[in-house]
């Protein structure tokens, strides 16, 4: 079935026939493991073994769907339930599969080594016995427990909003900067919110926090601007006495959407660009803002997506942003991807002394408790998470920060990593 339909996908649509080997794989994957704890059922009926079967391969079958969907109907025609649920069920199932594969490796392994003996030196080996089916049980119960713990990050923890709390302690800080606080906020999403009910409740946070400035650092939505439709008074009610700021992320420009007309997509982000007037948002596109505070000189500068990894397209340029402007008594820059800040920031622009990212979720799933701070994150980024602290050659300290974010997209929870709001407080050294 599944060459027939990469036959006539190539036929019909050669651009998304490259997608039929990667549902192979699966259904590979899916067979060897269901083939070693397919023997655990034999005990129950044949209608508890159907349902399992069912259960079983749905999540294929859903991501088979979903990819032959988005071939025909874009991403954002389709309704939210359909656009994040169904392949968010999917991706968790096969999160659970790769965890129920740990324990299930040595019986691979013995497996491997019983078929060569058989087949070179024509040696029976027992590939069954309690060892085997403790490895298989073990398999079955930890892929069960993550899916559960993964099913709760999808329900609970997803809009269990934290606070984090920052304070820098800054040599030379102005007096009138003394006690400045600024709340950042990243990685809203929102096509990956069902509705804008929880997100009120994190705007009710962010109030309460009483910040002097707000600054968003990108990723507003997933795929299309179209997103923000039903957002703008919840949005609008953000306020700070000094300003909200805002950037663009590597989400914001519509690069992972397909468009009829380069027109098209231009209009895209025109709408955006709309929508951050609409609710009193300044957004700085390679721009930069001076707040006076008394006698003090607060700089901040938003660049455009900049990014070290090449998957992502770059578009923001630093020297442009920065061409004939001075430096204030504090320089913020605001980054969404940080991997411009080792890249880029701190060789070329040493005078910033915070920037604040996002980008990286920690990937929405993690350790964070009893001192440990883990996350699968950590393997794709130097600064996935926090506040990271490093002296230039002019002898400051400069300060990066990645916000975890507020949203989220593909995975749709959260487990061990919660969705953030971070509070930095400034606080002169003594």
């Known amino acids: ?60 079958a859903v991501l088979l769907l979903f990819l032959l969907g988005t071939a025909v109907f874009p991403l954002q025609s389709m309704g939210k339930f359909w656009r994040i649920y169904l392949p968010g069920i999917a991706l968790m199932a096969y999160i659970a599969k790769v965890i129920m594969l740990i324990p299930l490796l040595p019986v691979f392994f013995l497996q491997i ?38 099913l709760i990050g999808s329900t609970i923890w997803v ?7 920052v304070t820098l302690k800054i040599e030379e800080l102005p007096d009138a900067l003394e006690g400045l606080k600024i709340v950042q906020l990243s990685d809203l999403h929102l096509g990956s919110w069902m509705s804008a009910a929880p997100l009120q409740r994190a705007i009710d946070k962010v109030n309460a926090l009483n910040p002097d400035i707000v600054v968003f650092t990108g990723d507003m939505v997933n795929y299309s601007s179209a997103e923000v439709k039903g957002f703008e008074s919840f949005l609008a009610q953000v306020k700070a006495p000094l300003g909200v700021y805002a950037i663009l992320g590597n989400h914001d420009y519509g690069d992972y959407t397909s468009w009829k007309t380069p027109q098209e997509k231009d209009e895209n ?72 800040w080792d890249a880029e920031v701190l060789e070329n622009y040493p005078r910033f002394d915070l920037t604040l990212s996002g980008h990286t979720h920690g990937m929405q799933m993690g350790i964070e408790a009893f001192g440990m701070k883990w996350s699968p994150a950590r393997y ?3 600064h996935w998470a926090g506040l990271t602290i490093q002296g230039n050659r002019d002898g ?34 003594n």
Request: charge should be positive; hydrophobic fraction near 45%; proline fraction near 3%.
């Open 113 to 150: 080594k019983a078929f060569v003996k058989d087949f070179f030196f024509r040696k029976k080996s027992e590939t069954s016995g309690k060892l085997f089916l403790f490895f298989r049980r073990m398999g079955l119960f930890i892929g069960g427990l993550a899916f559960a713990g993964l």
């Open 380 to 382: 794709m980024y130097k």
């Open 159 to 165: 809009y269990k909003f934290k606070v984090h709390t």
């Open 269 to 340: 982000l025109n709408v955006l660009i709309d929508f951050y007037k609409s609710i009193g948002w300044k957004l700085l596109q390679n721009t930069t803002e001076v707040i006076s505070i008394d006698s003090a000189r607060l700089l901040i500068a938003g660049v455009e997506n900049w990014s070290a990894t090449p998957r992502f397209k770059r578009y923001g340029d630093l020297a442009k942003t920065m061409e004939g402007v001075e430096y204030g008594d504090f320089n913020i820059l605001l980054s969404h991807d940080p991997t411009h």
């Open 1 to 60: 079935m599944i060459t027939a339909l990469y036959l006539l996908m190539q036929y019909s649509m050669p651009k998304y026939a490259g997608r039929m080997p990667f549902l192979v794989l699966l259904f590979i994957f899916d067979w060897l493991i269901l083939k070693n704890i397919g023997s655990l059922l034999n005990k129950f009926g044949s209608h508890i073994k159907r349902f399992f079967s069912v259960l079983w391969w749905f999540p294929l």
């Open 396 to 429: 400051r300290d400069n300060y990066l920060y990645v916000n975890r974010g507020l949203g989220h997209i593909a995975y749709p929870g959260r487990v061990g990593i919660l969705p953030e709001i971070t509070l930095i407080t400034l606080r002169k050294a």
